[in-house]
């Protein structure tokens, strides 16, 4: 099992800054791939970003709205994934869940709310 813990949602202007931080604890030496998804009520839950774990440690995938703005970088050290949100927008308002792939299973945390007032 793994298990993810979220930290750093909260309320910001259009045009701030926010940090996510998703730290891994239990099983964590099989771990492929850490990201962010974010979902909005009613609709599905969408990648954001996430980063590949092995041959290629540092390959990361961002949604096509978020490229620019938003990057995910590792911290080993803590076995987290980082999320710097920058120019955030009111379209990025979501839930935003750290996911991890292990061993072919996929782990979820439990979430944290972002909203970007207008």
């Known amino acids: 099992q793994v298990q993810l813990v979220e930290s750093g949602g909260g309320l910001v202007q259009a045009g701030g800054s926010l940090r996510l931080s998703c730290a891994a604890s239990g099983k964590i030496f099989n771990i492929d791939t850490m990201g962010w998804y974010r979902q909005v009520p009613g609709n599905q839950r969408d990648l954001v970003a996430v980063v590949k774990y092995g041959e290629r440690p540092n390959s990361a995938n961002y949604a096509d709205s978020v490229k620019g703005r938003f990057t995910i970088s590792r911290d080993d050290a803590k076995n987290a994934v980082i999320l710097q949100m920058n120019r955030l927008k009111p379209e990025d308002t979501a839930v935003y869940y750290c996911?991890?792939?292990?061993?072919?299973?996929?782990?979820w945390g439990s979430g944290t709310l972002v909203t970007v007032s207008s």
């Open positions: 996911a991890a792939s292990s061993g072919g299973k996929a782990y």
